[in-house]
């Protein structure tokens, strides 16, 4: 998890490059209601993140918690963060998408801004507690 976690960070700097190729020498967005309606859509797509981090991801890794070899919370922990991630880098299509339309540098820098804070805050961690494992805290 934590190479595909990478790889995404990854991913915002490619696709911050790659919107700089698209994107034209003008720096003029043509309505600012697609600005306001693809900042609405990015800003939903993070709380769909948070909506299922909160509901899926978090009893699997209690689940996990208090039994490490349970196979079946293992797969939905992954499978939970996966898909978090993938609607938080979402996030900076949006500013691509903005990009190619005219946006200024500005503005999509914002969204690739809070992709990355929001992946890293939402890092893939399986922290299990000592007693779980079966070893002293010290170890």
């Given at each position: 998890?934590?190479?595909?976690?990478?790889?995404?960070?990854?991913?915002?700097?490619?696709?911050?490059?790659?919107?700089?190729?698209?994107?034209?020498?003008t720096?003029?967005?043509?309505?600012?209601?697609?600005?306001?309606?693809?900042?609405?859509?990015?800003?939903?797509g993070?709380?769909?993140?948070?909506?299922?981090?909160?509901?899926?991801?978090a009893?699997?890794?209690?689940?996990?918690?208090?039994?490490?070899?349970?196979?079946?919370?293992?797969?939905?922990?992954?499978?939970?963060?996966?898909?978090?991630?993938?609607?938080?880098?979402?996030?900076?299509?949006y500013a691509?998408?903005?990009?190619?339309?005219?946006?200024?540098r500005?503005?999509?820098?914002?969204?690739?801004?809070?992709?990355?804070?929001?992946l890293?805050i939402?890092?893939?961690?399986?922290e299990l507690?000592?007693?779980?494992?079966?070893?002293?805290?010290?170890?």
């Amino acid at each position: 998890m934590r190479v595909i976690h990478f790889a995404f960070l990854v991913a915002v700097a490619l696709y911050a490059y790659a919107a700089e190729l698209v994107a034209g020498k003008t720096d003029s967005a043509d309505s600012p209601a697609v600005l306001y309606g693809m900042t609405l859509a990015a800003g939903f797509g993070v709380l769909i993140a948070y909506y299922f981090r909160r509901t899926k991801l978090a009893p699997a890794t209690e689940k996990l918690r208090l039994d490490p070899n349970d196979s079946q919370a293992l797969k939905e922990w992954r499978s939970s963060t996966i898909v978090s991630l993938v609607l938080t880098l979402s996030v900076s299509l949006y500013a691509v998408a903005l990009r190619a339309l005219g946006a200024p540098r500005n503005v999509s820098s914002l969204f690739y801004l809070v992709t990355v804070i929001l992946l890293l805050i939402w890092r893939p961690s399986l922290e299990l507690r000592a007693e779980a494992l079966g070893t002293p805290r010290d170890q």
